[in-house]
């Protein structure tokens, strides 16, 4: 029985060619590979393009309700936080209230020192902490207690007549104010 | 006798000494020889393509499942929304979705025509039975991946195909329900059924494939290629042609072609996903893919007690008869008229299954109450793409959701907890802190009035926890009672 011929590389083409048609093989190969690769490198970088944690801005109220605020006035509002595919809405306390230029701002009801919600006390013209006693002025600055900063203000604005604001978490304990999510 | 250091390192046309310092470490030169050194006798040919198309398509499938699972979650209430999610919002989700769904029918198609060349060049004569076999193997392996793939989408054609599926395998006698309970991890589909078909799809078969794509490999290369139908399957005598350069062009330009076709298709038609599975839809008309029509049309000629003979007596003994193959057919004829009884059977069972697939569809149409259902099903799945993608609401967003729905009053009262601080000690949604018991449940150990007292005149151990006594207006305790009476 003839034992199979196997043609070796050296007695096949000549090196050369076989080395040229190798080199355009290659090529071709990473031609399309680099093709192929753009939708799924595209695909795997989407979230750091796209914003897939975002909170969006919450409607306050019209801008004109607030427009002749003497005191802080106490809103809910609601929160839209997306995380990928998922989404969380709550409720969140706000103060809408004036500050010291006399222009609106809107404040977290977060006290700074622990998390529990300030309350405002018509009475004695200022924000109190039930928790822990930080006091806070009409603008929200620290007037005493253990809170490191002042009530924080979140970021607002009006668009087409309604106040709207940026609702985010801030870190506690800290005197500068840390935005945490 | 082949020395790999005599021998000029070819790959570069001159000796590369970064290629020497790596094939010294490795011996990649010999390997690389010896794979692309194949000889196969008679030439290279376009009907051999098919095989390592389908190995292509195969590492194609691999990589855009493994991008897939960046974004997928296998659970019930999670599958549906994220694949929305990578086929409405993702860059090229959609894209690489379709890749991946049209690349499973590219799968099978590739498989017939595997193991239709190879049939009918009498390829497994001459010590191939091992090699058949393992792409028998192989080939339950394609329709296991494409089976439990379809399901993973958790829309109404996965839920409900999945379940005609399942209560097939039910028919099986004796072990049939058994077979079936430990398919879909329980009597109903359900959360264990995604997890289960989610392990099988992406751990445990692609790994059993890996290994028998590498033991058809070796076994390949063992017995030698087949050659033409002229050759002698035992001992080739024809001229050999080496795998490179020739075969591995031909096979590169196939390959070309379908990941082309795919692409047109992905981008062109792309894939759709029905809306999420409702398992009470009781008017909801399933149908599997393509590849298992005929199979679905078969059975309704077995109804009740002949189901036996029709869906697992007969499927047998064709399996067997196809496994078994090369052991039967001990025969060195190749040419495909001098083996009438193999050929003719082959042949008539793919035309009997592309005309069961055939009188199917026609028979889905011609039925108008079919018709019109399987058209609705189509429209719906149609609406559901148009629409933009909707976020999955998270947990906690539904408990207050809830609360705002049932009872207005208890929705201010949620709203009052809040302002109050309660949540402070008591936890977010009554769930109790370090500091303060949780109010879950409450309602079974204080009525509304009872709490109420308790509110406006703490006990002396919850003076001496931080509570003080509440002053809310009697409108807004209220509401706050209500609120916690409700909280479960």
């Known amino acids: 029985m003839p034992e199979p011929q196997i043609i070796t590389s050296t007695t096949a083409n000549t090196p050369s060619r ?17 093709v192929l690769a753009l939708p799924l490198v595209r695909f795997l970088i989407y979230p750091l393009t796209a914003k897939t944690t975002e909170t969006k801005w919450s409607d306050v109220g019209a801008a004109g309700e607030f427009a002749l605020l003497t005191t802080p006035v106490q809103r809910s509002v609601i929160v839209e936080q997306l995380d990928g595919w998922r989404k969380t809405v709550s409720e969140k306390i706000v103060y809408v209230t004036k500050d010291g230029s006399g222009q609106l701002q809107v404040l977290s009801a977060i006290c700074p020192h622990l998390g529990c919600s300030v309350q405002w006390t018509g009475a004695k013209k ?17 007037t005493g207690g253990p809170s490191p900063r002042g009530m924080d203000s979140l970021e607002s604005a009006v668009q087409s007549d309604r106040l709207v604001v940026h609702y985010r978490y801030f870190r506690q304990l800290v005197p500068d104010k840390q935005v945490i999510g | 006798m082949i020395e790999s ?19 010294q470490r490795t011996g990649i030169d010999g390997i690389l020889r010896e794979s692309l050194d194949e000889p196969i006798p008679g030439g290279a040919r376009f009907a051999y393509v098919f095989g390592s198309a389908l190995l292509f398509i195969f590492i194609s499938q691999v990589i855009t499942g493994v991008f897939l699972a960046l974004y997928y979650v296998p659970s019930a209430d999670h599958a549906h929304t994220t ?10 989700g959609s894209f690489l979705r379709s890749i991946h769904a049209y ?36 080939f339950a392996l394609i329709l296991c991946m494409a089976f439990t793939g379809y399901l993973l989408p958790w829309d109404q054609k996965a839920y409900f195909a999945t379940a005609v599926g399942t209560n097939i395998a039910g028919e099986v006698p004796f072990i049939g329900a058994w077979i079936k309970s430990l398919m879909r991890g329980g009597v109903d589909m359900g959360s264990l059924t995604l997890s289960r078909f989610f392990v099988a799809h992406v751990l445990v078969v692609p790994a059993a494939i890996f290994a028998f794509v590498a033991m058809h490999v070796v076994l390949f ?10 050759e002698n399957p035992d001992t080739p005598t024809q001229p050999p042609e080496t795998f490179y350069p020739r075969q591995v062009v031909i096979d590169g330009i196939f390959a070309l072609v379908i990941i082309a076709v795919l692409a047109l298709l992905a981008h062109f038609l792309p894939f759709e996903l029905g809306p999420k599975a409702n398992p009470a839809d009781t008017a909801y008309l399933p149908r599997p893919e393509w590849y298992y029509i005929p199979i679905f049309q078969w059975l309704k000629y077995w109804p009740g007690s002949l189901s036996f003979l029709g869906v697992v007596v007969l499927p047998s003994i064709v399996a067997f008869l196809f496994a078994s193959l090369p052991f039967l057919d001990r025969r060195m004829e190749r040419r495909p008229w001098k083996r009438p009884v193999a050929v003719g059977t082959y042949v008539f069972i793919l035309l009997a299954l592309f005309g069961l697939g055939m009188v199917s569809y026609r028979g889905d149409h011609a039925n108008p109450g079919y018709a019109a259902q399987l058209i609705a099903q189509e429209k719906a799945s149609q609406e559901f793409m148009k629409r933009p993608f909707e976020p999955e609401l998270s947990q906690a967003t539904l408990v207050s959701a809830n609360a705002a729905l049932a009872d207005p009053v208890a929705a201010q009262g949620a709203k009052l907890y809040q302002a109050q601080s309660c949540n402070a000690c008591h936890g977010e ?19 509304a009035n009872q709490l109420s007292a308790s509110l406006k ?26 609120y916690l009476e409700s909280l479960k």
């Open chain 2, 103 to 138: 690349g499973s029918s590219a799968m099978v198609i590739l498989l017939l025509l595997h193991v239709t060349q190879t049939f009918l060049y009498g390829s497994y004569k001459g010590r191939r039975e091992l090699l058949w076999l393992s792409g028998c193997v192989l």
């Open chain 2, 5 to 23: 250091d005599d021998k000029q390192i070819v790959s570069a046309g001159k000796p590369n000494l970064l290629f020497r310092w790596f094939d």
């Open chain 1, 18 to 34: 076989r080395s040229y048609v190798g080199w355009l093989i290659g090529l071709c190969t990473a031609g399309v590979s680099a």
């Open chain 2, 221 to 230: 290369r063992k017995s030698g290629a087949a050659g033409p139908i002229s």
């Open chain 1, 126 to 142: 200022e924000f109190g902490c039930p928790c822990h006693g930080a006091t806070f002025s009409t603008d929200g600055k620290c």
């Open chain 2, 457 to 482: 005149s703490p006990s002396a151990k919850m003076i001496a926890g931080g509570m003080s006594p509440s002053d809310l207006p009697a409108v807004d305790l209220t509401a706050l009672v209500a």
């Open chain 2, 429 to 447: 949604n009554g769930s109790g802190t370090a500091a303060g018991p949780a109010l879950v449940g409450i309602n079974g150990r204080l009525s």
């Open chain 2, 83 to 92: 694949v929305a999610y990578i086929t409405k919002e993702v860059t090229s």
